[in-house]
Protein backbone atom coordinates (compact mmCIF):
# COMPACT_ATOMS: atom_id res chain seq x y z
CA UNK A 1 0.00 0.00 0.00
CA UNK A 2 1.54 3.69 -0.86
CA UNK A 3 1.96 6.17 1.43
CA UNK A 4 -0.39 8.96 1.86
CA UNK A 5 0.54 12.76 3.03
CA UNK A 6 -1.33 15.20 4.61
CA UNK A 7 -1.55 18.50 2.69
CA UNK A 8 -2.22 21.75 3.16
CA UNK A 9 -3.10 24.26 0.58
CA UNK A 10 -2.72 28.21 1.69
CA UNK A 11 -4.27 30.20 -0.62
CA UNK A 12 -6.96 27.94 -1.43
CA UNK A 13 -9.50 30.32 -2.79
CA UNK A 14 -7.16 31.86 -5.26
CA UNK A 15 -6.92 31.05 -8.76
CA UNK A 16 -3.53 29.19 -8.61
CA UNK A 17 -4.81 27.45 -5.09
CA UNK A 18 -7.74 25.86 -6.92
CA UNK A 19 -5.46 24.82 -9.70
CA UNK A 20 -3.58 22.43 -7.34
CA UNK A 21 -6.78 20.95 -5.60
CA UNK A 22 -7.55 20.35 -9.26
CA UNK A 23 -4.10 18.85 -10.51
CA UNK A 24 -3.99 16.93 -7.23
CA UNK A 25 -7.30 15.44 -7.81
CA UNK A 26 -6.07 14.69 -11.65
CA UNK A 27 -2.65 12.87 -10.66
CA UNK A 28 -4.39 11.17 -8.42
CA UNK A 29 -1.83 12.12 -6.04
CA UNK A 30 -1.34 10.11 -2.91
CA UNK A 31 -3.50 12.62 -0.27
CA UNK A 32 -4.81 11.57 3.24
CA UNK A 33 -6.38 14.42 4.49
CA UNK A 34 -6.23 17.72 2.30
CA UNK A 35 -6.61 21.01 4.28
CA UNK A 36 -7.66 24.17 2.41
CA UNK A 37 -6.50 27.13 4.04
CA UNK A 38 -7.26 31.12 3.07
CA UNK A 39 -7.70 34.34 4.89
CA UNK A 40 -10.21 35.12 7.77
CA UNK A 41 -12.54 36.15 5.03
CA UNK A 42 -12.82 33.24 3.20
CA UNK A 43 -13.12 31.29 5.88
CA UNK A 44 -16.16 28.56 6.30
CA UNK A 45 -16.32 28.37 2.21
CA UNK A 46 -16.72 25.12 0.67
CA UNK A 47 -14.74 23.62 -1.88
CA UNK A 48 -15.19 20.33 -3.47
CA UNK A 49 -12.04 17.52 -3.94
CA UNK A 50 -12.58 14.17 -4.88
CA UNK A 51 -16.42 14.74 -4.61
CA UNK A 52 -16.36 16.02 -1.24
CA UNK A 53 -16.93 19.13 0.01
CA UNK A 54 -14.04 21.03 1.93
CA UNK A 55 -14.42 23.42 4.13
CA UNK A 56 -12.22 26.28 4.15
CA UNK A 57 -10.16 27.06 7.23
CA UNK A 58 -8.34 30.25 8.93
CA UNK A 59 -4.74 29.99 7.24
CA UNK A 60 -3.95 31.81 10.67
CA UNK A 61 -5.33 29.60 13.09
CA UNK A 62 -3.91 26.44 11.40
CA UNK A 63 -1.54 23.95 13.22
CA UNK A 64 0.66 23.11 10.27
CA UNK A 65 2.39 19.88 12.45
CA UNK A 66 -0.66 17.79 10.93
CA UNK A 67 0.57 18.36 7.69
CA UNK A 68 3.60 16.90 5.61
CA UNK A 69 3.56 19.42 2.43
CA UNK A 70 2.34 22.88 2.38
CA UNK A 71 1.56 24.47 -0.89
CA UNK A 72 1.80 28.03 -0.70
CA UNK A 73 0.33 30.55 -3.11
CA UNK A 74 -0.88 33.23 -0.48
CA UNK A 75 0.97 36.25 -1.81
CA UNK A 76 3.99 37.28 -0.62
CA UNK A 77 3.65 38.92 2.50
CA UNK A 78 1.52 36.57 3.78
CA UNK A 79 3.97 33.24 2.81
CA UNK A 80 6.67 35.57 4.68
CA UNK A 81 4.58 35.05 7.64
CA UNK A 82 3.22 32.01 7.62
CA UNK A 83 5.85 29.65 5.45
CA UNK A 84 8.57 29.97 8.12
CA UNK A 85 6.13 29.60 11.24
CA UNK A 86 5.22 26.41 8.68
CA UNK A 87 8.17 25.14 8.50
CA UNK A 88 9.31 25.41 11.95
CA UNK A 89 6.23 22.94 12.57
CA UNK A 90 7.76 20.38 10.43
CA UNK A 91 6.31 20.71 7.56
CA UNK A 92 7.71 21.07 3.87
CA UNK A 93 6.78 24.65 2.37
CA UNK A 94 6.69 24.42 -0.78
CA UNK A 95 6.11 28.37 -1.95
CA UNK A 96 4.83 30.18 -5.64
CA UNK A 97 5.51 33.50 -4.24
CA UNK A 98 8.40 35.07 -5.05
CA UNK A 99 9.42 35.96 -1.44
CA UNK A 100 12.25 33.46 -0.81
CA UNK A 101 13.34 32.40 -4.37
CA UNK A 102 16.45 34.23 -4.22
CA UNK A 103 17.19 32.92 -0.31
CA UNK A 104 20.70 31.02 -0.24
CA UNK A 105 19.03 28.38 1.63
CA UNK A 106 15.94 27.79 -0.04
CA UNK A 107 16.08 25.80 -3.61
CA UNK A 108 14.22 27.34 -6.77
CA UNK A 109 12.92 23.82 -8.40
CA UNK A 110 11.82 23.18 -11.94
CA UNK A 111 11.95 19.30 -11.80
CA UNK A 112 12.71 19.04 -15.35
CA UNK A 113 15.59 21.48 -14.91
CA UNK A 114 17.42 20.98 -11.55
CA UNK A 115 16.07 18.27 -9.42
CA UNK A 116 18.83 17.42 -8.48
CA UNK A 117 19.35 20.71 -6.23
CA UNK A 118 17.12 18.86 -3.81
CA UNK A 119 19.95 16.23 -2.78
CA UNK A 120 22.02 18.84 -1.06
CA UNK A 121 18.55 21.16 0.33
CA UNK A 122 17.59 17.38 1.90
CA UNK A 123 21.52 16.51 3.41
CA UNK A 124 21.79 19.79 4.62
CA UNK A 125 20.95 19.61 9.05
CA UNK A 126 20.32 23.44 8.65
CA UNK A 127 17.95 23.59 5.83
CA UNK A 128 14.63 26.28 6.00
CA UNK A 129 12.13 23.91 4.88
CA UNK A 130 11.06 25.94 2.10
CA UNK A 131 11.35 25.24 -1.54
CA UNK A 132 10.55 28.06 -3.92
CA UNK A 133 8.47 27.90 -7.25
CA UNK A 134 9.97 30.11 -9.41
CA UNK A 135 8.54 32.98 -11.60
CA UNK A 136 6.21 31.41 -13.99
CA UNK A 137 7.43 32.95 -16.88
CA UNK A 138 11.10 32.18 -15.94
CA UNK A 139 9.76 28.32 -15.53
CA UNK A 140 8.81 28.19 -18.77
CA UNK A 141 11.70 29.64 -20.38
CA UNK A 142 14.15 27.26 -18.45
CA UNK A 143 12.20 24.57 -19.24
CA UNK A 144 12.61 25.27 -23.07
CA UNK A 145 16.69 26.30 -22.67
CA UNK A 146 17.33 23.13 -20.47
CA UNK A 147 18.46 20.65 -22.98
CA UNK A 148 19.93 23.13 -25.85
CA UNK A 149 21.83 24.75 -23.01
CA UNK A 150 23.40 20.86 -21.80
CA UNK A 151 24.06 20.78 -26.04
CA UNK A 152 25.63 24.08 -26.42
CA UNK A 153 26.55 26.72 -23.72
CA UNK A 154 23.81 29.20 -23.85
CA UNK A 155 26.00 32.72 -23.52
CA UNK A 156 22.67 35.24 -23.59
CA UNK A 157 19.26 35.39 -23.73
CA UNK A 158 16.99 38.09 -25.37
CA UNK A 159 13.49 37.60 -23.94
CA UNK A 160 10.28 39.68 -24.80
CA UNK A 161 7.34 38.06 -22.74
CA UNK A 162 3.38 38.36 -23.79
CA UNK A 163 1.98 37.58 -20.03
CA UNK A 164 -1.84 36.92 -19.76
CA UNK A 165 -3.90 38.79 -17.11
CA UNK A 166 -4.66 35.59 -15.50
CA UNK A 167 -0.73 36.04 -13.55
CA UNK A 168 -1.80 39.17 -11.99
CA UNK A 169 -4.97 37.33 -10.31
CA UNK A 170 -8.65 37.35 -10.26
CA UNK A 171 -9.39 40.69 -9.95
CA UNK A 172 -7.09 41.41 -13.16
CA UNK A 173 -9.25 38.78 -15.14
CA UNK A 174 -12.09 40.48 -14.23
CA UNK A 175 -11.22 43.92 -15.17
CA UNK A 176 -10.02 42.86 -18.49
CA UNK A 177 -13.68 40.86 -18.74
CA UNK A 178 -15.42 44.45 -17.66
CA UNK A 179 -13.46 46.88 -20.09
CA UNK A 180 -13.85 44.66 -22.71
CA UNK A 181 -17.55 44.67 -22.38
CA UNK A 182 -17.64 48.52 -21.72
CA UNK A 183 -16.01 49.27 -24.94
CA UNK A 184 -18.87 46.99 -26.53
CA UNK A 185 -21.02 48.91 -24.76
CA UNK A 186 -19.77 52.67 -24.62
CA UNK A 187 -19.28 52.42 -21.32
CA UNK A 188 -16.60 54.48 -19.22
CA UNK A 189 -13.55 52.05 -19.24
CA UNK A 190 -11.89 52.01 -15.40
CA UNK A 191 -8.83 51.44 -14.19
CA UNK A 192 -7.98 49.04 -11.12
CA UNK A 193 -5.67 46.19 -11.32
CA UNK A 194 -3.32 48.10 -14.41
CA UNK A 195 -1.93 51.32 -14.69
CA UNK A 196 -3.57 51.44 -18.21
CA UNK A 197 -6.30 50.44 -20.24
CA UNK A 198 -5.96 46.44 -20.54
CA UNK A 199 -8.51 45.20 -22.93
CA UNK A 200 -7.34 45.59 -26.77
CA UNK A 201 -4.17 46.96 -25.10
CA UNK A 202 -0.50 45.91 -24.41
CA UNK A 203 1.00 46.99 -21.45
CA UNK A 204 4.76 47.37 -20.87
CA UNK A 205 4.91 47.01 -17.42
CA UNK A 206 4.82 43.88 -14.87
CA UNK A 207 5.50 44.79 -10.87
CA UNK A 208 6.96 47.94 -9.83
CA UNK A 209 9.92 49.87 -11.29
CA UNK A 210 13.37 49.47 -10.41
CA UNK A 211 16.18 52.42 -10.34
CA UNK A 212 17.52 50.93 -13.52
CA UNK A 213 14.29 51.34 -15.17
CA UNK A 214 13.71 47.25 -15.05
CA UNK A 215 10.66 46.15 -13.13
CA UNK A 216 10.43 43.64 -10.67
CA UNK A 217 9.45 41.16 -12.97
CA UNK A 218 12.24 41.58 -15.42
CA UNK A 219 14.18 41.06 -12.50
CA UNK A 220 13.06 38.01 -11.75
CA UNK A 221 13.54 36.45 -14.90
CA UNK A 222 17.15 37.97 -14.96
CA UNK A 223 18.12 36.26 -11.61
CA UNK A 224 15.87 33.13 -11.35
CA UNK A 225 17.32 31.80 -14.80
CA UNK A 226 21.15 31.91 -13.64
CA UNK A 227 19.93 30.52 -9.97
CA UNK A 228 18.41 27.57 -11.52
CA UNK A 229 20.18 27.04 -14.84
CA UNK A 230 23.32 29.09 -14.93
CA UNK A 231 25.05 31.53 -13.14
CA UNK A 232 26.94 32.65 -16.46
CA UNK A 233 23.99 32.79 -18.82
CA UNK A 234 23.38 36.59 -19.59
CA UNK A 235 19.45 37.49 -19.62
CA UNK A 236 17.74 40.62 -20.92
CA UNK A 237 14.09 40.68 -20.26
CA UNK A 238 10.87 42.64 -21.30
CA UNK A 239 8.01 41.66 -19.56
CA UNK A 240 4.65 42.53 -21.46
CA UNK A 241 1.11 42.09 -20.06
CA UNK A 242 -1.55 41.64 -23.13
CA UNK A 243 -5.38 41.28 -23.13
CA UNK A 244 -5.02 37.50 -22.93
CA UNK A 245 -7.20 35.88 -19.69
CA UNK A 246 -4.44 32.64 -19.23
CA UNK A 247 -1.29 31.67 -20.86
CA UNK A 248 1.97 33.46 -21.44
CA UNK A 249 4.23 33.28 -24.62
CA UNK A 250 7.58 34.32 -24.84
CA UNK A 251 10.27 35.19 -28.14
CA UNK A 252 13.51 34.34 -27.01
CA UNK A 253 16.48 35.11 -28.71
CA UNK A 254 19.72 33.35 -27.46
CA UNK A 255 23.32 33.29 -27.90
CA UNK A 256 25.33 29.84 -27.82
CA UNK A 257 29.24 29.74 -27.17
CA UNK A 258 29.20 27.29 -30.36
CA UNK A 259 26.83 26.39 -33.55
CA UNK A 260 23.53 24.52 -32.82
CA UNK A 261 21.31 24.43 -35.74
CA UNK A 262 17.32 24.91 -35.91
CA UNK A 263 17.30 20.86 -37.01
CA UNK A 264 19.64 20.16 -33.84
CA UNK A 265 17.72 22.26 -31.42
CA UNK A 266 14.26 21.05 -32.75
CA UNK A 267 15.42 17.24 -32.14
CA UNK A 268 16.80 18.05 -28.68
CA UNK A 269 13.74 19.43 -27.77
CA UNK A 270 11.10 17.06 -29.09
CA UNK A 271 13.02 14.40 -26.77
CA UNK A 272 12.84 16.42 -23.50
CA UNK A 273 10.29 15.99 -20.81
CA UNK A 274 7.81 18.53 -20.47
CA UNK A 275 8.34 20.10 -23.71
CA UNK A 276 5.67 19.48 -27.14
CA UNK A 277 7.56 20.98 -30.01
CA UNK A 278 4.70 22.15 -32.97
CA UNK A 279 6.79 23.75 -35.44
CA UNK A 280 5.42 23.68 -39.29
CA UNK A 281 6.22 26.54 -41.42
CA UNK A 282 3.39 27.24 -42.40
CA UNK A 283 -0.51 28.63 -41.51
CA UNK A 284 -1.75 27.18 -38.19
CA UNK A 285 2.00 25.80 -37.91
CA UNK A 286 2.63 27.05 -34.11
CA UNK A 287 1.13 27.25 -30.26
CA UNK A 288 -0.97 30.44 -29.36
CA UNK A 289 -2.01 30.68 -25.46
CA UNK A 290 -5.83 29.52 -26.40
CA UNK A 291 -4.37 25.95 -27.32
CA UNK A 292 -2.08 26.06 -24.48
CA UNK A 293 -4.17 27.02 -21.77
CA UNK A 294 -5.53 23.97 -19.37
CA UNK A 295 -2.55 21.60 -20.80
CA UNK A 296 0.48 20.66 -18.84
CA UNK A 297 3.23 20.71 -21.29
CA UNK A 298 5.54 23.99 -22.64
CA UNK A 299 5.01 24.34 -25.87
CA UNK A 300 7.76 25.33 -28.52
CA UNK A 301 7.35 27.04 -32.21
CA UNK A 302 8.86 29.15 -34.84
CA UNK A 303 12.15 27.69 -34.32
CA UNK A 304 15.17 29.41 -36.55
CA UNK A 305 18.40 30.60 -36.84
CA UNK A 306 19.39 34.05 -35.75
CA UNK A 307 21.61 35.31 -38.60
CA UNK A 308 22.40 38.55 -37.53
CA UNK A 309 24.66 37.31 -34.92
CA UNK A 310 26.58 34.16 -34.66
CA UNK A 311 25.60 30.63 -33.03
CA UNK A 312 22.06 32.50 -32.43
CA UNK A 313 18.81 30.88 -32.61
CA UNK A 314 14.62 32.02 -32.26
CA UNK A 315 12.16 30.11 -30.56
CA UNK A 316 8.45 31.02 -29.42
CA UNK A 317 7.77 29.57 -25.79
CA UNK A 318 4.04 28.88 -24.82
CA UNK A 319 2.84 27.80 -21.46
CA UNK A 320 -0.26 27.98 -19.10
CA UNK A 321 1.08 30.25 -16.36
CA UNK A 322 -1.75 28.99 -13.69
CA UNK A 323 -0.53 25.73 -14.58
CA UNK A 324 3.06 24.82 -15.63
CA UNK A 325 3.66 28.45 -14.32
CA UNK A 326 2.62 27.79 -10.83
CA UNK A 327 0.52 24.60 -9.36
CA UNK A 328 1.43 22.00 -12.13
CA UNK A 329 4.88 23.08 -11.23
CA UNK A 330 4.27 23.08 -7.42
CA UNK A 331 2.60 19.81 -7.14
CA UNK A 332 5.43 18.51 -9.79
CA UNK A 333 8.04 19.78 -6.91
CA UNK A 334 5.83 17.90 -4.24
CA UNK A 335 5.77 14.84 -6.23
CA UNK A 336 9.59 14.56 -6.44
CA UNK A 337 9.75 14.59 -2.51
CA UNK A 338 7.31 12.04 -1.77
CA UNK A 339 8.96 9.60 -4.23
CA UNK A 340 12.52 10.44 -3.16
CA UNK A 341 12.28 12.34 0.10
CA UNK A 342 9.96 10.95 1.98
CA UNK A 343 11.64 9.65 5.08
CA UNK A 344 12.56 13.63 5.18
CA UNK A 345 9.06 14.63 5.78
CA UNK A 346 7.65 14.59 9.38
CA UNK A 347 5.17 11.70 10.47
Not at 22 to 38: G, N, R, S, T
Not at 154 to 182: P, W
Not at 189 to 200: G, L, V
Request: hydrophobic share 40%.
Amino acid sequence: MSTKFNIAIAGATGNVGREIIQILEDKEFPVDQLYLLASSRSKGQAIEFRGEELIVEDLAEFDFSKVQIGLFSPGGKVSAEFAPKAAKAGCLVIDNTSHFRMHDNVPLIVPEVNASALEDFFNNDDRSNIIANPNCSTIQMVVALKPLHDQAIINRVVVSTYQSVSGAGKEAMDELFNQTQHIYTNKNIEKNKFTKQMAFNVIPHIDTFLDNGSTKEEEKMVNETKKILDEGIKVSATCVRVPVFISHAESINIEFDSPLSDVEATKLLKNFEGISVIDFRKDEGYVTPVEAAGEDKVYVSRIREDDSIDNGLNIWVVADNLRKGAALNAVQIAELVTKQYSNFLNN
